[in-house]
């Protein structure tokens, strides 16, 4: 049995939330970075789940911070195409071998193509909540908003509006530019 469909575990994700004084719980992430990032959530709330009450588990952010995440992605497979066995830093083991050289021509390229992508519009976001009902515990959430931060008030709201079945998703696709941010 999912453990987030658990009365016990539903009644003590309420008291917690109780005793927050909000409607969900921040997740503590092993892998977050310290520094603080308003782009970006990961939480937990109690909803229903074709008419059971369940535990959601979110991660919420910014179409701006999807956007720039996907252009990544892309980036980096046309540098693994170019540079074959290419990993970048984020990903390699300890046994992986580092080339300075190689960094080197990966960083080079990975800017130019993260600006040719941006150039081209390749990357189109819009809002989106996607769920994954196979989640270890409860339900798994995706959403991605166009906010420029995912504060508790938009954490909230969205909640707020998610639970009632009222969530209006914002159909318009955007695309970003990493010029916007300087």
Partial sequence: MNPGFDPE?????????????MNFVYVED??????ENDEHAHIQFVGQYQGQECIYDALIY??????????YDLALQRIQKQIPGYVSPDERTINDKVDPEVDEEAELLLTEFIEEIEENEEVKVSEHVEIDNKFEYGIGLEVGLNRTDISEKVINDFIAQ?????????????????????
Avoid at 30 to 35: H, I, K, T, V, Y
Avoid at 166 to 180: I, N
């Fill in 30 to 35: 092993e892998f977050e970075d310290e520094e």
């Fill in 62 to 71: 910014t179409l701006r911070l999807h956007h720039s995440t996907l252009v």
């Fill in 162 to 182: 998610f639970n009632a079945g009222r969530l209006q998703l914002d159909k318009a696709v955007y695309t970003f530019s990493s010029e916007d941010e300087e």
């Fill in 9 to 21: 575990e539903i009644a003590q994700l309420k008291r917690e939330c109780k005793a927050e004084g």
